[in-house]
């Protein structure tokens, strides 16, 4: 009697293989790139359409007068060039490879594409690696992927729109709540607190900064985002990352000002700085926790 010995392999069996960890990672971290850049060019505009049609809807306009177009989801309408309306093919959508060898023009008109799509792509798949590298093969590094994903969408959205969708920043907090209930990365106190403190303590800030200035400083998507760092990350490393952020933000935004005469008056997206610093806290946490408790003398 003949008898199979053909097994798929284990989680324990991939992740003590590194080749196949780190190219399994890196192949589906790339399509995860280009799905990010759907999610960036696309989800910005289902918002607007949204909002769109419920002021429509509150001032109960006339269907004759309310703006017809083209609803826009995630999955539809397919991509095409917007310069000749190609439709995009499967050969012409493999991230990193169709941008190259198409040598970054449409195979139509010959219009430009943006290398920004590949350089995401790319990004995405080598943050991918470097937490896995960092974090270790394990289970909780797996995890950790989504949290880098949702990290690169809404600092690319916040620095093209100034907008963090909740629809991201809002999942990623409660992801974060629920993996750290079974202690992922951190234990379920640390994470709960850490994010009732991420959100209070910037709400405090900009209610501080509007009854001083009379303005607002920074938006409600900033609150979430860092609630949702503090859900993944624990209450702890909490300071590290409005220091980070604070510190990034500061250079970048006084580089702005001095070489590209950016006014004061024009606002700057804060969530790509928080967005980064909380990716560093997740790569560096401990050697982070060690520094900032050695230097309060905890």
């Given at each position: 009697m003949l008898t199979d010995d053909f097994s798929m392999p284990t989680l324990d069996t991939f992740l003590s293989t590194p080749w196949l960890l780190y190219t399994t990672v890196a192949l589906f971290s790339l399509c995860i790139g280009s799905f990010l850049n759907v999610v960036i060019l696309r989800l910005p505009k289902m918002m607007q359409q949204g909002w769109r049609c419920q002021c429509e809807e509150f001032l109960e306009l006339p269907e004759d007068?309310?703006?017809?177009?083209?609803?826009?989801?995630?999955?539809?309408?397919?991509?095409?060039?917007?310069?000749?309306?190609?439709?995009?093919?499967?050969?012409?959508?493999?991230?990193?490879?169709?941008?190259?060898?198409?040598?970054?023009?449409?195979?139509?008109?010959?219009?430009?594409?943006?290398?920004?799509?590949?350089?995401?792509?790319?990004?995405?798949?080598?943050?991918?690696?470097?937490?896995?590298?960092?974090?270790?093969?394990?289970?909780?590094?797996?995890?950790?992927?989504?949290?880098?994903?949702?990290?690169?969408?809404?600092?690319?959205?916040?620095?093209?729109?100034?907008?963090?969708?909740?629809?991201?920043?809002?999942?990623?907090?409660?992801?974060?709540?629920?993996?750290?209930?079974?202690?992922?990365?951190?234990?379920?106190?640390?994470?709960?607190?850490?994010?009732?403190?991420?959100?209070?303590?910037?709400?405090?800030?900009?209610?501080?900064?509007?009854?001083?200035?009379?303005?607002?400083?920074?938006?409600?998507?900033?609150?979430?985002?860092?609630?949702?760092?503090?859900a993944w990350l624990g209450w702890q490393l909490l300071p590290a990352v409005i220091l980070l952020s604070s510190l990034v933000g500061a250079v970048v935004g006084i580089s702005l000002m001095v070489f590209r005469k950016h006014g004061r008056e024009v606002p700057i997206p804060f969530g790509p700085y928080l967005a980064t610093a909380g990716l560093l806290c997740l790569w560096f946490g401990n050697e982070i926790q060690r520094f900032w408790f050695g230097f309060l003398g905890v």
């Open positions: 007068q309310r703006k017809s177009e083209t609803r826009v989801s995630l999955s539809k309408p397919a991509s095409t060039c917007p310069p000749c309306g190609h439709k995009i093919r499967a050969w012409e959508n493999i991230p990193v490879i169709s941008w190259l060898v198409l040598g970054g023009k449409c195979s139509s008109c010959k219009t430009r594409i943006s290398p920004r799509y590949p350089i995401i792509e790319a990004l995405t798949a080598v943050f991918a690696v470097a937490t896995i590298g960092l974090l270790g093969p394990t289970t909780s590094a797996l995890w950790a992927l989504l949290f880098v994903y949702a990290l690169i969408a809404l600092t690319v959205i916040d620095f093209d729109t100034q907008l963090l969708p909740d629809s991201i920043t809002l999942p990623l907090m409660w992801l974060g709540l629920v993996l750290n209930y079974f202690g992922v990365l951190t234990s379920f106190e640390s994470a709960f607190w850490g994010a009732v403190a991420g959100y209070l303590s910037l709400w405090s800030v900009y209610w501080l900064f509007k009854l001083v200035t009379g303005k607002e400083g920074m938006g409600y998507g900033d609150f979430k985002l860092l609630a949702a760092l503090g």
